[in-house]
């Protein structure tokens, strides 16, 4: 990763801006679920089997990535970790538009406390892996390795049991999509 040095004042908006989106981004998400756009013969209903393999491959990413670094292929986990980046957008984009266009659908399987359990620990670390992971970034950014790697402590877990736990909750629900209407 290219190193340039950075003021202080650049390093302090980097960061203002990684608290904004950290706060922005689940409030964005939360409210969208209010917020109902029914375009006229557009189907979305694919999407939450895309975004669920969107969840697996960055998972897969991810350990690869931790692969990477573990035998010193510092620009493949960069490529790794960046791609992850990429993957973790593009599921934004698209849960979002998912969620702006179509009901949410209701757990009807057995086992409920298991499947909540899941999904709220799921939603919560999601929120959590925001910061985490844009601290995480930033400090290997800045070239400020022992800080990446005390972040990455906390945010690599997290992200990881974020993108598996995504799967887990789809593969759950997966069979009670369109039978809330």
Known sequence: MQTKERTPAQIKSFKKLILALSIIIPLAVALLFEIKIKPEGMDFSFLPSVYATINGITAVLLVSALLAVTNKKYKLHENLMKTSLGF???FLVLYIIYHITSDSTSYGGQ????YYTILISHIVLSVGVVPLVLFTYFYAWQGDFV????WTRFSFPIWLYVAVTGVVVYIMISPFYGLEG
């Open 88 to 90: 973790s957008l593009l």
């Open 111 to 114: 086992f409920p406390i298991i």
């Open 147 to 150: 800080k990446h790697k005390k």
